[in-house]
């Protein structure tokens, strides 16, 4: 059975400072994985993409990293800013079409 | 704009009182999809949609039912709830593509459910 874990479960960092979140899984047989951030009470807004076969994406100060084998993703994040206080899911497609998540990390970033 | 729409956002009601949760896209997705998301237990999927009239059970699909008549409605229907269903719920969609399920799935903005 597919589980997805991100660590840390929360990160408080100043702002300017460049941070990485962290996703695992523990099935490599994937079709893709998801960033998703969460506002408090709010929806997911899509960050980014990767398919299976890609091993990275960049959008603007955002860029997430794949390494399938070994069970892995990143969500390295520049320049932090007070905006991007929120908390970031990682969710993998997995082979039946099912999309699971982590728990996700609520990053604080303050002024 | 394309947008996944619920309703109501908010709904406090009591135990028994059967109740529907409305959910619409507007981007011609195939696929449909609830979820749950419980402190501590982060988001389960209740039931998904491949395409119309077909609907499957996710993860936690006892106490709800869902239809799929329309491609860009799939309401999520509580007949009769309890306290436990107390829960913020998320209708998404996404494209297929000759039955793949690669694209981005789209979240609608949440329903928070009270149930007393």
């Known amino acids: 059975k597919q589980e997805v874990t991100q660590i840390p479960a929360a990160l408080s960092v100043p702002e300017g400072e460049n941070l990485v979140l962290n996703c695992s899984f523990t099935?490599?047989?994937?079709?893709?994985l998801q960033w998703f951030r969460q506002d408090p009470g709010k929806g997911l807004t899509s960050l980014l993409l990767?398919?299976?076969?890609?091993r990275e994406q960049t959008s603007g100060r955002l860029n997430a990293s794949l390494d399938k084998s070994s069970g892995r993703s990143t969500l390295y994040i520049a320049a932090s800013q007070p905006g991007d206080s929120a908390t970031y899911l990682c969710?993998?497609?997995?082979?039946?079409?099912?999309?699971?998540f982590g728990q996700g990390t609520e990053l604080s970033v303050k002024p | 704009e394309a947008q996944v729409t619920q309703n109501p956002r908010y709904l406090i009601t009591v135990t028994g009182k059967k109740l529907t949760v409305t959910c619409s896209q507007n981007?011609?997705?195939?696929?449909m999809s609830w979820y749950r998301q419980d402190p501590g237990l982060g988001l389960r999927q209740i039931y998904y949609s491949m395409n119309v009239e077909v609907t499957d059970k996710g993860d936690v699909p006892e106490g709800y039912k869902v239809s799929r008549k329309e491609k860009r409605n799939f309401p999520l229907i509580l007949e009769s709830p309890s306290p436990n269903q107390t829960s913020l719920y998320f209708c998404?969609?996404?494209?297929?593509?000759?039955?793949?399920?690669?694209?981005?799935?789209?979240f609608g903005p949440g329903t928070r459910l009270t149930v007393l």
């Open positions: 969710a993998v497609l997995d082979q039946g079409g099912k999309l699971i």
């Open positions: 998404a969609s996404r494209r297929t593509s000759g039955g793949l399920l690669t694209d981005t799935q789209y």
């Open positions: 099935d490599s047989a994937i079709y893709n």
């Open positions: 981007m011609n997705h195939e696929y």
């Open positions: 990767i398919q299976s076969s890609q």
